[in-house]
C-alpha cells in the first residue's frame, strides 16, 4: 500500500514560485508513475503533470508547461512540483497521485491521492 502526503503549499504573489513535494510510504515507490492534480473552488479537478516510474517522461497540460516542471527523487521516495510565475488562476487545492499505469493516471484514475496542499496565488 502507497501513502501520499503533499506539502509546500501556501499564499505567495502573483509572479512568484513555490516547490510542492509529495513523500511516499514504502519501499516501492519506483514502480509507480506520479502525477499532480489541482482542483479550484467549483471548478473540476484538472489535470497538471505527470511522470513515469523511472523519471525518464514527463507530461504536461499544455498550459502549463512553460511554467510547471514535475520531477521525482526514487531515493527519496518523493514526488515534486516547481511552479514558477504564479498567475492568482493556479490558486487550487494540489494533490498528488499514484498509479502503476500512466495512461490511467493521467485520465485521473489514480490507485492513491494524497490529501491536497493549499496554494494561494494573490493579486
Known amino acids: 500500500q502507497v501513502q501520499l502526503v503533499e506539502s509546500g503549499g501556501g499564499l505567495v504573489q502573483a509572479g512568484g514560485s513555490l516547490r510542492l513535494s509529495c513523500a511516499a510510504s514504502?519501499?516501492?515507490?519506483?514502480?509507480?508513475?506520479m502525477g499532480w492534480f489541482r482542483q479550484a473552488p467549483g471548478k473540476e479537478r484538472e489535470f497538471v503533470a505527470a511522470?513515469?516510474?523511472?523519471?525518464?517522461?514527463?507530461y504536461y497540460k499544455d498550459s502549463m508547461k512553460d511554467r510547471f516542471t514535475i520531477s521525482r527523487d526514487n531515493a527519496k521516495n518523493t514526488a515534486y512540483l516547481q511552479m514558477n510565475r504564479l498567475k492568482p488562476e493556479d490558486t487550487a487545492l494540489y494533490y498528488c497521485?499514484?498509479?502503476?499505469?500512466?495512461?490511467?493516471?493521467?485520465?485521473?484514475?489514480?490507485?492513491?491521492w494524497g490529501q491536497g496542499t493549499q496554494v494561494t496565488v494573490s493579486s
Open positions: 514504502g519501499r516501492t515507490f519506483s514502480d509507480y508513475n
Open positions: 511522470i513515469s516510474w523511472s523519471g525518464g517522461s514527463t
Open positions: 497521485t499514484a498509479h502503476t499505469s500512466l495512461s490511467r493516471l493521467r485520465r485521473g484514475v489514480g490507485d492513491y
